[in-house]
């Protein structure tokens, strides 16, 4: 992975958001990760999967009565954040 510094970052934005297409870049602030840009393809794998793997959970924890999508969203989206 790429790593770069908030400060270089800023200064080369663009350049950043094309480096962030073909692998995610770590952003640093004084030597410590702060953040990771990916690009929106990686992102929506990310998330995908976190759906994906909500949905398996909660096939093996048994019947649960009716299904929200909505809840399982927000738990999705809640895993992909960490």
Do not use: H, W
């Given at each position: 992975?790429?790593?770069?510094?908030?400060?270089?970052?800023?200064?080369?934005?663009?350049?950043?958001?094309?480096?962030?297409?073909?692998?995610?870049?770590?952003?640093?602030?004084?030597?410590?990760?702060?953040?990771?840009?990916?690009?929106?393809?990686?992102?929506?794998?990310?998330?995908?999967?976190?759906?994906?793997?909500?949905?398996?959970?909660?096939?093996?924890?048994?019947?649960?009565?009716?299904?929200?999508i909505e809840v399982?969203?927000?738990?999705?989206?809640?895993?992909?954040?960490?």
């Amino acid at each position: 992975m790429k790593v770069i510094s908030a400060t270089e970052a800023k200064n080369s934005f663009g350049e950043l958001l094309m480096s962030a297409q073909s692998e995610p870049v770590s952003i640093t602030r004084n030597g410590k990760e702060q953040g990771v840009l990916l690009s929106s393809r990686e992102y929506a794998a990310l998330k995908r999967q976190a759906l994906v793997s909500a949905v398996q959970e909660g096939r093996k924890s048994g019947s649960a009565g009716a299904l929200d999508i909505e809840v399982i969203k927000n738990e999705a989206k809640q895993r992909a954040d960490y």
